[in-house]
Nanobody, 121 residues
């Protein structure tokens, strides 16, 4: 079974930086786009950043200029470098991948369990 596992979350002070990682494992045939979402308490999950297989990136307005998404296709891993963190960035960050595994011919959306990022003032 394909699994996505996030790591690297934690507590950081405002203005600091943090890098979180998501690694996909299992019988993966191919991975298309990957992305990061986040969900703050009492709020809906929102898109943070995406990256295509070829490396084209997209960011939400709230993080553009501060966050950088990247990936390593040889390791089926996506990263999110978060700089100039603000208290409003506090949320559970979820990894997402559009991929094809050997149990199906169509691509599917897969989600990790999330990693907590807390930014103190």
């Amino acid at each position: 079974q394909v699994r996505l596992v996030e790591s690297g979350g934690g507590l950081v002070q405002a203005g600091g930086s943090l890098r979180i990682t998501c690694a996909a494992s299992g019988r993966i045939f191919s991975i298309n786009a990957m992305g990061w979402y986040r969900q703050a308490p009492g709020k809906q999950r929102e898109l943070v950043a995406t990256i295509t297989r070829g490396g084209s990136t997209s960011y939400s307005d709230s993080v553009k200029g501060r966050f950088i998404i990247s990936r390593d296709n040889t390791k089926n891993t996506v990263y999110l470098q978060m700089n100039s963190l603000k208290p409003e960035d506090t949320a559970v960050y979820f990894c997402n991948a559009d991929l094809v595994d050997y149990s199906d011919y169509r691509s599917r959306q897969y989600w990790g369990q999330g990693t907590q990022v807390t930014v103190s003032s």
